[in-house]
């Protein structure tokens, strides 16, 4: 079993709709959860990071935590062509362990 | 703010020789940077970790003579790849976490390093 598992799409959506990212983890340890989007030839960008139960927002993107249920997810609102790319979830465990990342899912949103 | 500069963003070399690659927290101090590679349509994998002032910490299966890493100062970290030949040829990413400010730990990539070895 993979650590971090993520579909690897690619998950389509027209633009304007929502555009729903999930991920689960195995180690129930797990402290910190992120976000990545990696545009194609770039390097990830950090968009988003939980480390409580629940809803955290920020503009159009608000991730999800189920610490219980061992998954998180990042909903995108309002999805906009330029939000097409690959997704990145990453789990960290206590302290200062690294990260560990799923394989990704390619978001495509179509205008 | 957190910003990771990587240089060079490209680079061609001949099989057989050698290419550093530097990374570089721009705006704030990163005592821990870790170095990735990607092929494509493949997610990263961690190559190394890197603590300023001590030894790089591998990751199982890559070999640490070849891809030598230096961190000698908060702000810098290199990656030499030694003798290279055509299977480096990859994207090298270099990553920063901070660990002071409003937002430690968080962990900021630089834009990669585009390597390929003929």
């Keep these: 079993q993979k650590e971090v598992e993520q579909n690897s799409g690619p998950l389509s959506v027209p633009e304007g709709a929502i555009a729903s990212l999930n991920c689960t983890y195995s180690d129930r340890g797990s402290q910190s959860f992120f976000w990545y989007r990696q545009y194609s030839g770039k390097s990830p960008e950090l968009i988003m990071f939980i480390y409580s139960n629940g809803d955290k927002e920020d503009g159009r993107f608000t991730a999800q935590l189920n610490k219980a249920s061992q998954y998180v997810s990042l909903l995108i609102r309002d999805s906009q062509p330029s939000d097409s790319a690959t997704y990145l979830c990453a789990v960290r465990g206590v302290g200062f362990q690294k990260l560990v990342f799923g394989t990704g899912t390619r978001l495509l949103v179509s205008p | 703010g957190a910003v990771v500069s990587q240089h060079p963003s490209r680079v061609i070399c001949k099989s057989g020789t050698s290419v550093k690659i530097e990374c570089r927290s721009l705006d704030f101090q990163a005592t821990t940077m ?64 901070e660990t002071a400010g409003d937002r430690p730990y968080e962990q900021y990539f630089g834009p990669g390093t585009r390597l390929t070895v003929t």
């Design chain 2, 34 to 97: 870790f170095w990735y590679r990607q092929f494509p349509k493949q997610s990263l994998m961690l190559m190394a970790t890197s603590n300023e002032g001590s030894k790089a910490t591998y990751e199982q299966g890559v070999e640490k003579d070849k891809f030598l890493i230096n961190h000698a100062s908060l702000t810098l970290s290199t990656l030499t790849v030694t003798s290279a030949h055509p299977e480096d040829s990859s994207f090298y990413i270099c990553s920063a976490r």
